[in-house]
């Protein structure tokens, strides 16, 4: 088989932040299957006669199925042509590479990845948010709100663990994500920053205590794709603190 599959982190959104080999690559592939959180301004690099297929599937929304989305892979790496599958941010973060991977693999469909900017950690250099300033984080977990299984991530482990807790696809439910957070060990107090869009032209960023977080999200109006920071070191963000000096139980904490 001549052809094969690029699983490709696009990053963000923002077309600045692919890598250069990222960019190498999907210059130098025939089909392009596109997620929908992918940056519209990265599809002005597809070299000339590019197919580009939108393939997007976000949570709730009418959707490519996936296992179409894999067949349509090895149909077009079958055929010897070489196809990326651009994903937002990384493609091993709440991204399926790793199914798709092996999918492909195991029906001998050759795969490479090009790693991305995953979303969780582009708020750190987008907002300067130290998440894992050593005075305040032994780390950094990223979880997920949002399971096809309905398990949660183990929030009584989390709350002891000293690590700043980055949640995807948190938005949709923040309700019932704050009551189980303070249910589980997580102080009402923690200061928490949402922030929609991150490290893109469109960024939107709040900053909050868990106790109040669900009511703050609604008044802003934010809402998916964002991701939530939750711990001390929102607190330490230079973008923030304008937010910060408005939310004085936060400062005082500071
Ligand atoms: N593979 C992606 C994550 C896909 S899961 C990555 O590595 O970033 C989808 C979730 O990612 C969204 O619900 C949201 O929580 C988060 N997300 C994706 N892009 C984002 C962005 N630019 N800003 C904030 N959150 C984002």
């Known amino acids: 088989m001549n052809g094969k599959v690029w699983l490709v982190g696009a990053g963000p959104g923002d077309a600045e932040l692919l890598t250069l080999k990222a960019l190498r690559v999907l210059q130098s592939c025939d089909v392009w299957l596109v997620d929908d959180l992918v940056g519209r301004d990265i599809l002005a690099f597809a070299r000339p006669g590019t197919r580009i297929m939108h393939v997007g599937k976000r949570g709730g929304c009418k959707s490519t199925p996936q296992a179409f989305i894999l067949r349509l ?10 196809v990326a599958r651009v994903k937002g941010g990384d493609p091993f973060i709440f991204g399926r590479g790793g199914e798709e991977w092996a999918w492909l693999a195991e029906r001998g469909v ?19 948010l130290p998440l894992t300033h050593r005075n305040m984080a032994r780390g950094v977990a990223l979880v997920t709100a949002h399971t096809t299984d309905g398990t949660r991530p183990d929030w009584h482990a989390l709350a002891a663990s000293r690590l700043t807790v980055v949640c995807y696809m948190g938005m949709s439910h923040i309700d019932e994500l704050a009551d189980e957070l303070m249910a ?14 991150a490290g893109c032209a469109g960024q939107r960023h709040i900053v909050s205590r868990l106790q109040t977080l669900a009511a703050d999200v609604r008044r802003s109006g934010l809402s998916s794709p964002a991701v939530i920071v939750l711990g001390e070191v929102v607190t330490q963000a230079c973008a923030l603190q304008p937010l910060l000096a408005q939310c004085p139980p936060l400062l005082a904490r500071g």
């Open 73 to 82: 892979m090895a149909r077009y790496a079958r055929q010897g042509r070489t």
């Open 110 to 128: 050759p795969v490479e990845a090009v790693g991305g900017i995953t979303a969780g950690l582009a708020v750190a250099p987008a907002l300067g």
């Open 184 to 197: 589980s060990g997580f102080a009402a107090e923690l200061p928490v920053a949402v922030v929609h869009r």
